[in-house]
């Protein structure tokens, strides 16, 4: 079926591999890859497993390119400031790594940034002498664009040894989008480099990443672009050229930035090769425009069934700082003793009720975080408020505020 016919909704669902016996409202999380796309990664395996000397010996380079040069188009960059890498994850690693810090660096993250990249600072920090990790505190509710800026810019004025700011896109734990373009010329005005984490931004928002101003900006092509995990990528600067080195030294040494990073020891990235394949895919069913209508759609309509039901509301934020396919809702919920615990509460939620949605923990509030993708529908969000009000009304009473 020609996909511009398919509706959006239960119709689309048929494109994807989703359990339809489980409401799915997690996209944020992994972001699930269409069929389409899935049958091609096959098709890519069933091709490395009939000639594999073929594949690695002569292929790979061609097909890594062919890849390299679809992600530049779409992210509006050259495309030799780009490589691919597994994930977001890699990607923060990669550059903190290269950057070298010293005794008296510090380095400059949030109390919104995502644990695993908290985690590659506080690593910097416990493994070099003297480097410190300092941690702005975002406020909630946010007023304006500028007020956040503030934030940033009193951090910066009260930390000038402040050599790398590591600042989202769109944050995970409350889906704010933050003005990038100007926290970016913030820091450049003090020398400070940034490193945008826009895990969830390529797919999602307009994105000219060359445009963020940042020096170095890593995200995923499989959240929100359709391209089978594991594939992200890092953008750099011009500043920054012959400077990046990959986490695996292999044949590629000293060779073209590209051979150093599709060359990693044998492994399989095949989910690169489905890039040009995903992105066909997201024209197809109509593009940003498309997507973006149709998770405000139902964002609307599922923070009001759920605001009325919990007696919350979503994240008092500004609109434009608002991401078009994922909010966050209050739950009515006391302080957890542990963060473990609210992580546990997404396991909890899956074992007793089988459906899938992320509950989060900053400002001291417990938040749920849905998604919205092509395939979600209504009736994923009436499934998911019936459960989450149980959830919170029987089993979670004890922590009932
Ligand atoms: C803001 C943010 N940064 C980084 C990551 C890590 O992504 P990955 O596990 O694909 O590296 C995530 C994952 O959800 C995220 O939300």
Known sequence: MDLKDVKFGDEMKDEFLLDKSCAFVNHGSYGPTPKRVVEQKVKFIYEQEAQPDLWFRFNLEKYYDASLTAAAEFLGVNKSNLVLVDNVTTGINTVVKCLKFEPGDQILIHTHTYNAVKNIADEQEDFIKGVKVVTAEIPLPIKSEDDLVDVFRKALDENPKIKLAVLDHITSPSAIIFPVEKLTKLCRERGVLTLIDGAHAPGQIKLNVAE???????????????VPRSCGFIWFSDDFHGQLRPLVTSHGYKHSLDDQFNNLGTRDISSYFCIPHALKFYKEIGGLEAI????????????KILCEALGTEELDIPDSMRAPCMTTIRLPL????????????????????????????????????LSFNVYNSKADYVAIKESVVKFVNEDLKHLKL
């Open 334 to 369: 006391k302080k957890p003793a542990k963060l473990e615990e609210i992580w546990d509460l997404t396991k909890d939620f899956y074992t007793k009720y089988g459906m899938q949605a992320c509950f989060n923990y900053c400002n001291e509030t417990t938040f749920l975080r």
């Open 212 to 226: 963020v101003g940042a020096d170095f900006y890593s995200a995923n092509f499989h959240k929100w672009c359709y």
């Open 292 to 303: 973006q209508a149709h998770g405000r759609e139902l964002t609307k309509f599922a923070a």
